[in-house]
């Protein structure tokens, strides 16, 4: 089903009745200091599959959120609710939707609350809360995402509706040529990383897309020459792409050293694209075909955790997070800078 965009008035929201807690619930603005509390409750609110694959990977995703890849949070809005001393439930609100570029309201980017910590009106409160202090900011209305993949439960939706919110139009698929078309899926508030039903993995090249979504993550990849080369090396090495209604949105490249061992030589999503489980996606169709062409070993080299960059933190975790593991760390292999080789072995 489509992701889509819901969008309520905050003069409803803020009527909600608050639930009757059976047991005191204090909140507090969020802030760095909560970020292992936060990664530890996003870990435990939704199923590895849908959320986070372990700690690291959760971590990685709460220091995205703090360095504002999603947008600039709105530190009244931006709740974690603790209950006996222990974190239950947080939500996260932005001043602006970081994928919808006409959307002119704050952004629930994520709303989640512990299974323990469920059924007595937390995410309510805090969703209310949240309201509260955006009409005191002078604004009028709020909007975040659902899906009906698995990211958003049924208590979830009934909550939305509850306060009055509706569709802001009828999915977020694409809106353009201009890139501003669908991001994260990952769609927080309820709707953690799964891929896109409608993203297709292709075997084959696209050197014009690829150079194009490479443009589009400076942090990533900054230098021209190392650009031009992955543009080059994908007229020539094996090449997996994700497509979304003819558009190449990722990619992957391959490099084959041994019969026996197979090298993930490139992989990107466009940064619209990026948090929907789209590089999960990609490598999972690789590994399948790699282990059909009896392949034990799968490798791929990025920037070493000595260097001090969020980017590759971020990169590393996701790596971890598909069963990567650090094999070695050197200097000079394709930098003067550390590099990391990592491994995966595809076959018991």
């Not at 009745?17 to 609110?45: F, K, M």
């Not at 990722?250 to 992989?267: C, D, K, R, T, Y």
Request: glycine share 8%; net charge negative; aromatic share 6%.
């Amino acid at each position: 089903m489509p992701k889509s965009t819901l969008i309520g008035d905050l003069a409803d929201l803020v009527l909600l009745a608050p639930p009757n807690a059976d047991q005191p619930i204090d909140y507090v603005l969020l802030d760095r200091d909560h970020r292992e509390d936060v990664a530890d409750l996003y870990l435990a609110s939704y199923p590895p599959h849908v959320g986070a694959a372990d700690l690291n990977d959760a971590l990685a995703e709460m220091d995205s959120t703090y360095a504002g890849d999603f947008g600039t949070l709105i530190p009244e809005a931006s709740l974690l609710a603790l209950r006996g001393g222990r974190a239950a439930g947080s939500i996260q609100v932005v001043h602006r939707s970081p994928w919808d570029a006409d959307l002119d309201c704050p952004f629930i980017i994520e709303l989640f609350v512990h299974p323990a910590a469920r059924d007595h009106g937390l995410g309510r409160s805090l969703l209310t809360r949240a309201a509260v202090a955006c009409q005191r900011l002078g604004e009028t209305q709020i909007a975040l995402r659902t899906s009906d993949e698995g990211g958003t439960s049924p208590a979830a939706f009934h909550l939305y509706q509850l306060a009055g919110m509706r569709p802001y139009r009828k999915s977020v698929q694409s809106s353009g040529s201009d890139g501003s078309t669908v991001g994260r899926g990952a769609d927080r508030a309820g709707i953690p990383s799964s891929a896109d039903p409608l993203i297709t993995i292709e075997r084959r090249r696209d050197p014009r897309a690829t150079e194009e979504i490479l443009r589009a993550l400076p942090d990533w990849f900054g230098i021209e020459d190392a650009i031009l080369g992955y543009v080059e090396d994908a007229r020539s090495k094996t090449s997996y792409l994700a497509i979304d209604d003819g558009r190449t949105v990722g990619v992957a490249l391959l490099e084959s050293h041994f019969p026996q061992s197979v090298e993930l030589h490139l992989i990107a999503v466009h940064p619209n694209y990026r948090r929907q489980g789209i590089g999960k996606q990609l490598l999972a169709q690789i590994e399948d075909d790699l282990r059909e062409q009896s392949v034990s070993l799968f490798q791929v080299k990025t920037v070493g955790a000595s260097f001090d960059h969020a980017g590759y933190a971020e990169t590393r975790a996701f790596y971890r997070s598909r069963g990567f593991l650090a094999l070695e760390e050197m200097n000079g292999i394709s930098w003067d800078g550390p590099t990391v080789i990592m491994v995966k072995p595809l076959r018991s």
